[in-house]
């Protein structure tokens, strides 16, 4: 099984965006969708070349709440800034140190930093595990590295690093 479906959830979800976007559940598209979604997770499996061992389904809950919460957030801040701010912003580059070694963790704490308005993840600092972050109005630089490494960085560390500990 595993052979065929190395990735089954990832199947699931394109035999469905296929059925969607066609609009009908019909044979032929039942019968093409499931050779999409077979053939595809197949095609790209060489792109990944790491297994994701993903677990702890409350702490990724909670996680997602966390990060909607701050999206929210910090539109509003940013979209006050931009309409009423006039020219005090406090544009700045600050270090986060990280201990999140994970290529995948690493990748989703990069996608939830970026999709936050008003901060940009800008590197890893080469010779150092520190991250490079600007922020588009700073006020306190101990809030920010706080901030993610208690509320992002430590549940992605127990989300993907918690066999390896």
């Known amino acids: 099984m595993k052979r065929w479906l190395p990735t089954p959830l990832i199947s699931l979800a394109l035999l469905l965006l296929w059925l969607m976007l066609n609009q ?5 598209h039942i019968l093409l969708g499931a050779l999409i979604a077979i ?5 790209i499996a060489p792109l990944r070349p790491t297994a994701v061992r993903v677990s ?3 702490t990724i809950i909670r996680l997602t709440f966390h990060s909607l919460i ?9 979209c006050i800034l931009i309409l009423f701010g006039g020219g005090r912003l406090n544009t700045q580059f600050i270090r986060v140190p990280l201990d999140l070694r994970d ?3 690493l990748a989703v704490l990069a ?8 901060t940009v993840w800008v590197e890893i600092i080469p010779g150092s595990n520190d991250l490079a972050l600007h922020v588009f ?3 306190d630089a101990a809030w920010w590295v706080d901030m993610i490494k208690s509320k992002l960085e430590q549940p992605l560390i127990d989300i993907f ?4 500990a």
Do not use: M, W, Y
């Not at 009908?24 to 032929?28: F, L, P, R, Y």
């Not at 701050?70 to 940013?78: G, H, K, P």
């Open 161 to 164: 690093e918690q066999e390896k």
């Open 70 to 78: 701050e999206i929210l957030r910090s539109s509003f801040n940013v």
């Open 24 to 28: 009908s559940i019909e044979a032929a």
């Open 39 to 43: 053939a595809v997770p197949l095609l």
């Open 137 to 139: 109005d700073l006020h």
């Open 56 to 58: 702890r389904p409350l």
């Open 111 to 118: 996608c939830i930093i970026n999709s936050t308005p008003g």
């Open 103 to 105: 290529p995948h963790g």
